[in-house]
């Protein structure tokens, strides 16, 4: 159990729909990650938020939207949906901003999504 | 930019053999490079991570990694496997001289263990 905790674990919904996948970190983790893995594009890196910031940006679309609340949990908003959005989505989370030796990542057992 | 690629999506081995699994960087910045293992229906947990500090880095579960820079390569080995091995492995990078704080992955590696 890395500590980190998502929900829900499975989620089906129709096209066009919205859905919110929700992440808290592991205690005393300031940085929160998500990352989207499908078959077709591997392990993708959405977004970071550091201490309730965003801290940085990868491959997300505008479609999608996340943030970090006061207590550090996070949500990824997932809008528009297609059936291409059908995926594993992680959330992760370290105690630090930045790639330092002991910052190390922790991922949860992520968000099956699937878009029918 | 960093990249990182890993050599083969399948690889089979029967109990007991070596496992080697390749992994291949590239970063503008000194790396940090890490090992992750997925088994099926669950998340990411960390093997191991470079960091710097000793080039041969050992992880969990019998698992070790040597850190070439010369080769840019983070391969990862286990000189005996066991059924429970079997599970999709990834090689990530980042930079810790760069500004982003996340990993860059690998499209994976599935190892598969004989009996």
């Known amino acids: 159990d890395s500590g980190v905790t998502q929900t829900p674990k499975h989620l089906i919904t129709a096209t066009g729909q919205r859905v919110t996948l929700r992440c808290s970190p592991r205690?005393?983790?300031?940085?929160v990650y998500w990352y989207q893995q499908s078959l077709d594009q591997g392990l993708q890196f959405l977004i970071q938020?550091?201490?309730?910031?965003?801290?940085a940006k990868g491959n997300i679309l505008e479609r999608f939207s996340a943030q970090q609340f006061p207590d550090l949990h996070s949500e990824l908003n997932l809008s528009s949906l297609e059936l291409g959005d059908s995926a594993l989505y992680f959330c992760?989370?370290?105690?630090?901003?930045?790639?330092?030796?002991?910052?190390?990542?922790?991922f949860g057992e992520g968000s099956w999504l699937t878009v029918v | 930019a960093q990249s990182v690629t890993q050599l083969g999506s399948h690889v089979s081995v029967s109990e007991g053999a070596l496992v080697l699994l390749r992994c291949n960087y590239s970063?503008?910045?000194?790396?940090?490079l890490f090992w992750y293992v997925q088994y099926p229906n669950q998340g990411l947990q960390l093997l191991l991570k470079?960091?710097?500090?000793?080039?041969l880095v050992k992880g969990i579960n019998g698992f070790e990694a040597e850190f070439k820079k010369s080769e840019t390569s983070f391969h990862l080995t286990k000189p005996s496997a066991h059924m429970s091995d079997a599970a999709e492995y990834f090689c990530a990078v980042s930079g810790y001289g760069g500004s982003q704080g996340n990993l860059i992955f690998g499209k994976g590696t599935k190892l598969s263990v004989k009996p």
């Open positions: 205690s005393g983790d300031l940085s």
């Open positions: 938020y550091y201490n309730g910031e965003e801290r």
């Open positions: 470079y960091t710097s500090a000793a080039t």
């Open positions: 992760a989370s370290s105690q630090g901003a930045l790639p330092v030796s002991g910052n190390t990542i922790y």
């Open positions: 970063s503008s910045v000194p790396p940090y």
